[in-house]
């Protein structure tokens, strides 16, 4: 078993137990999307940190995205709801990149794969995406990307 999912279902122990309702609430759901992961697909299997990594990834991206659609709307309780269950779930995250690092990574990624010009936008995003897994949003390090070669 990941390390990252032995730490979630400790977490989930102790929130338990302390009456953490946001955060048992979060860790549960956490754990159930981990669960459905590893059951998809033609076969069972275990998940790597990387992929528990990524799944909790995708779940924090919902909880912006949700907070945004609630705040939208004008209702500021669920909207804050979200926004606290994407915070528990950022604890379990890797920090994300500051825009210094993810410029310099941008650099790095052009210079290795030699492109130039917008339209090798795809060749820059091949090499980059293994080096921010996980640290930066695709969006923002898409945007960063097409800066620099627009540059």
Known sequence: MSALKDKLKADLVTSLKARDEVRLRTIRMALAAIGVEEVAGKEARELSDDEVVKVLTREAKKRKEASEAFAN?????????????????????????????????????????????????????????????????GGRVAQAVRARLSA
């Open 73 to 137: 709307a004008g209702r500021a309780a669920q909207a804050q709801a979200e926004l606290d269950e994407q915070a528990v779930l950022d604890e379990y995250l890797p920090a994300q990149l500051s825009d210094e690092e993810l410029g310099a990574l941008v650099d790095e990624a052009i210079a290795e794969s030699g492109a130039a010009g917008p339209k090798a936008m795809g060749q820059v995003m091949k090499v980059l995406n293994p080096k921010v897994a996980g640290r930066a949003e």
